[in-house]
C-alpha cells in the first residue's frame, strides 16, 4: 500500500504503476502484456479517430504527438490502409462507439471510390485529406496503394454483414490494373508520375514487397504471372551466427507485410519461411544494437534496443541495422520493437515494458509511444508518423489474437494467391540459432 501511495504521488498513470508493481514479480511477466498492449493499441486507435478527418476517413501522414492543434493537411494513403485495420480491430475490441467506428470505415471507403484521384486503381503516395488530389508532385506509390489495400481487404472480410462495406472494398481491390504497373517486364514498378512515366526501380528483391504480390497474384480482374514471384532476389545475409534473407535496408522491411498477411508456420516453393526470417532478422538487430562495435558509445541493453526508418534529430532517415545505416546515436524508435512482437514477444515487449515504465515523460503520449527519441541528449520527435502507429497496433493485435491476419487471410483471393504460390503448412524444428533459410 504505501508503495502504491508513493507511485500515485509520482504522477505516474494507472496503467503505468501496475506496469511496475507487477515488474516486482517475475511471475507476472505473462499477466503485464495485457494491459500494455491494450493500452498501446486504445492509444493508437485515438490517432486513426483524431488525426483522419471525420467526412473523408484519410489518415495525416504525421501528427504532433500530444495531439495539439495541427495545421498540417497531407494524408498518406498507406497510413489510411493502417487505419481501415486499425478501425476494425477498434470495432471487434469495443473501443468506442461501433456505429460510428462502422460509418466512418464506410465513410472512409466512399471517399476512395469517388475522390481518391487514381490512375488505373492506383493511388498518389500522398495527398491533400480533404480533397484527395495529389500533393508534392509525388508518385502513384505501388506499395503504398498495396498497404491501403491492405486495410480495404480487411474492413470488407470484417464487416461482412454490411452490404455497402462489402461491395466497396470488392470494387476498389479490383479496380487496381496490377498488370499495368508491371510495364511489361517481370517485376511491379515501383510507381509511375504523370511527368516522367514509371520509376528507373521495380520491386525486384526481397523487402517489404510481399503484399503488393501477393495482392497482384490473388487479383480477380488484373493478376499477374506467378513467375513474379519467383524471380525477385532473396540475398543471403550474415550477422554473427544469424543467416536470413535480407537487403540491406531498416528492420520495416521485415515486418510491414506481415501486419497483414500470417506468414507463419508456411513456406514457399523456395522452402522459405518467412515469418522465421523476419525471426531472424529482429534477433539480428537486437544483438546489433548490443553488440556491435558501433553500437558500443550508447547506452543500448537488453531491454533497450532499436531503431528503423523514422524521424531523426538530422531529418527524417532510413537507419539502423545491421549493417549500419545512417546516423545511429543512442536513438529509440519504439516501433522497431513493436512492429516485431509477433515474431520475438519477450525481447521485444521488455523493450516497450522498459520504455513506457521508465522513460514515459519523454516517450509516451497521447497517441501512445512517440516516434523516435533520445535518453542521452533528451531529444524528442514531437510528431508521430501514422505508419509506424500502424503498424505498432497491427502487430500488437496480431500477437495478441491475429484479428488482422485471421480477417486479411480470409479473403479467397488473398487464399488463391497463397495456393498459386504454392505455400503450404509444415511445423519448423525450434531452434536456439537461426539457420540458413535463403538463396541468392
Known amino acids: 500500500m504505501k508503495l502504491l501511495t508513493f507511485l500515485a504521488t509520482c504522477c505516474m498513470s494507472p496503467v ?11 511471475a507476472s511477466s505473462q499477466i503485464i502484456e495485457e494491459p500494455l498492449l491494450d493500452e498501446i493499441e486504445r492509444a493508437g486507435f485515438l490517432f486513426f479517430w483524431e488525426q ?11 501528427s504532433l504527438a500530444a495531439g495539439n492543434p495541427d495545421p498540417r ?5 498507406a497510413a489510411t490502409g493502417f487505419g481501415l485495420a486499425t478501425l476494425a480491430i477498434a470495432h471487434d475490441r469495443g473501443y468506442s462507439n461501433r456505429y460510428l467506428i462502422e460509418q ?5 471507403l466512399r471517399f476512395i471510390k469517388n475522390n481518391l484521384t487514381n490512375v488505373n486503381g492506383w493511388y498518389y503516395h500522398f495527398v491533400d485529406m480533404y480533397t484527395g488530389e495529389r500533393v508534392w508532385e509525388c508518385e502513384l506509390s505501388s506499395i503504398d ?4 489495400m491492405g486495410g480495404v481487404v480487411t474492413v470488407g472480410q470484417y464487416f461482412k454483414d454490411h452490404a455497402e462495406i462489402v461491395a466497396l472494398s470488392k470494387e476498389l481491390y479490383e479496380a487496381v490494373d496490377f498488370v499495368w504497373m508491371m510495364n511489361g517486364t517481370q517485376f511491379i514498378n515501383m510507381g509511375w508520375k504523370p511527368e516522367s512515366g514509371f520509376l528507373n526501380d521495380s ?24 513467375n513474379s514471384w519467383n524471380v525477385f532476389s532473396r540475398p543471403n545475409f550474415t550477422y554473427m551466427e544469424h543467416n536470413y534473407i535480407h537487403f540491406p535496408a531498416p528492420l520495416f522491411v521485415h515486418q510491414f507485410s506481415h501486419a497483414f ?3 507463419e508456420n508456411l513456406r514457399d ?24 562495435e558501433e553500437m558500443s558509445l550508447w547506452s543500448y541493453s537488453e531491454n533497450f534496443w532499436g531503431v528503423t526508418a523514422s524521424d531523426t534529430p538530422y531529418g527524417y532517415d532510413a537507419w539502423g541495422g545491421p549493417p549500419l545505416m545512417g546516423r545511429i546515436d543512442g536513438s529509440i524508435v519504439p516501433c522497431a520493437a513493436a512492429g516485431s512482437i509477433p515474431f520475438l514477444p519477450q525481447e521485444t515487449i521488455a523493450v516497450l515494458k522498459n520504455i513506457r515504465v521508465n522513460h514515459t515523460a519523454q516517450a509516451w503520449s497521447r497517441y501512445g509511444f512517440v516516434d523516435a527519441f533520445n535518453p542521452i541528449t533528451n531529444w524528442t520527435n514531437p510528431d508521430v508518423i501514422g505508419i509506424d502507429v500502424g503498424v505498432t497496433v497491427l502487430m500488437a493485435d496480431n500477437y495478441r489474437n491475429k484479428f488482422v491476419w485471421r480477417n486479411f487471410m480470409s479473403s479467397p483471393h488473398i487464399q488463391n494467391a497463397m495456393n498459386k504460390i504454392g505455400f503450404v503448412p509444415y511445423q519448423p524444428v525450434k531452434q536456439n540459432k537461426s539457420k540458413r533459410i535463403g538463396s541468392n
Open 16 to 26: 503505468a504503476i501496475l506496469f511496475v508493481i507487477l515488474s516486482l514479480n517475475p
Open 104 to 108: 466512418r470505415v464506410l465513410n472512409t
Open 73 to 77: 493537411n497531407v494524408s498518406s494513403i
Open 269 to 292: 516453393n523456395f522452402t522459405i519461411d518467412y515469418f522465421q526470417n523476419s525471426v531472424t532478422a529482429t534477433r539480428a538487430t537486437k544483438d546489433f544494437f548490443l553488440h556491435d
Open 145 to 148: 496503394t498495396a498497404l491501403l
Open 203 to 226: 520491386w525486384n528483391r526481397y523487402c517489404e514487397l510481399m503484399i503488393l504480390l501477393i495482392l497482384a497474384i490473388g487479383s480477380p480482374t488484373h493478376p499477374i504471372p506467378i
Open 52 to 62: 483522419a478527418d471525420s467526412v473523408t476517413g484519410q489518415v495525416k501522414d504525421r
Open 261 to 263: 498477411i500470417d506468414f
